[in-house]
């Protein structure tokens, strides 16, 4: 079955970085591109961007563009989502989906706090 | 970027029929998805395309509209069915509304 599984949880001081990750199984991983979405606690979904699997090229949202970097284990079928100089307001859920939005990761709880 | 503009939270009783707009603020022709999200929850495909239901998801959801103005209904609501429900386009880049949180009486 189609799975789209993230590692775990983490906690962060301000000006650190993180690298978060969605292993996808169950499909070609190449076939689909993939998106990424945050969630601030107790707030609505926000676009990311997206990368394309096949040629690794990203896409990031306005919004996104700078500390954001998507990446690619192709031979892992797996997307990475690193953010650097972490701030406050990075505390938030992210989401990994794939391009049809059919299948979503289970999503990554990052918390920022000093 | 497109935005989009939900309706406000609803309480409705189960059985009852309840139907949740989404208004974008530009023509998203029929680009337009909605999403089931539970608490603790990734948000789950409901309808894709404006109108074509999800493969699994109940026939109880269905979904219309296009251009500006949508609509996610839900006939007969059920106990199960709290959530908030999220649309969102992917006509101009990718947007989502803020979410209609749905409660049951």
């Known amino acids: 079955q189609i799975q789209l599984v993230q590692s775990g949880p983490e906690l962060k001081k301000p000006g650190e970085s993180v690298k978060i990750s969605c292993k996808a199984s169950g499909y070609t991983f190449t076939d689909y591109a993939m998106h990424w979405v945050k969630q601030a606690p107790g707030k609505g979904l926000k676009w990311m961007g997206w990368?394309?699997?096949?040629?690794?090229?990203?896409t990031y949202a306005d919004d996104f563009k700078g500390r954001f970097v998507f990446s690619l284990e192709a031979s892992a079928s797996t997307a990475n989502l690193q953010i650097s100089n972490l701030k406050n307001e990075d505390t938030a859920t992210y989401f990994c989906a794939r391009s049809n939005w059919d299948y979503w990761g289970q999503g990554v709880m990052v918390t920022v706090s000093s | 970027d497109t935005v989009l503009t939900q309706s406000p939270a609803l309480a409705v009783s189960p059985g009852e029929r309840v139907t949740i707009s989404c208004r974008a603020s530009e023509s998203v022709s029929t680009g337009m998805h909605w999403y089931q999200q539970k608490p603790g929850q990734q948000p789950k495909l409901l309808i894709y395309g404006a109108s074509n239901l999800e493969s699994g998801v109940p026939a109880r959801f269905s979904g219309s509209g296009s251009g500006t103005d949508f609509t996610l209904t839900i006939d007969p609501v059920e106990a199960d069915d709290t959530a908030t429900y999220f649309c969102q386009q992917s006509w101009n880049e990718n947007t989502f509304g803020a979410g209609t949180k749905l409660e049951l009486k």
């Open positions: 990368i394309n699997t096949y040629t690794g090229k990203p």
